[in-house]
């Protein structure tokens, strides 16, 4: 009789330490669940915010880029490059300025945006946006930058061997792929 005592009594306490090492899974279960939820709604939150800055940064890109076409590029003429190639310089550097801003953007969200899904769609869509804004950016610049200092080397190609020079815009980046799509959109 006090080994079927015994062996009910190690029966009880294997049968509550089981149901305490389920308890205690289910526990570690619900706040891991809560904390991933916590993680997730921040780096939600993050991309907001950061989209938002990288919004505002697009802005000003377009606005300089539109600024460089209407002033620089639409009535660019040989005759009149050397007497305002200050002034485009000038106008080519606001307009460089605006990328640095737009790299720092890029640092922020290309962790939490480039091959990355939410459960939230408009944030999957704010996400989507950002890599082709930055995609497209880069690559309009370069182009521009490109194309202007093609202008400038064929009107040194003209000059008298003599004559003063202009000097081409100097790139200090490429074409991207931010996606890795093998599309360079904004590059034409």
Known sequence: MEKKSSKKKVLWGLGILFILLVIIVIIYFVIGYKNDQIESKKKIDSVITSYNNFKTHIDSFNK??????????????????????TKYKEIISNYTKTIEPLEDDYKELKDKCVDVLYPDVSVNNKCEAFVIGYEKAINSYVSDIKKYNENIKDYNDILEENDTKIEEVKLTIDYIDVDGDRKYLGKN
């Open 64 to 85: 300089e880029r539109d600024n460089f076409y209407q002033v620089v590029m639409k009535d660019m003429y040989y005759e009149d490059l050397k007497n305002n190639d």
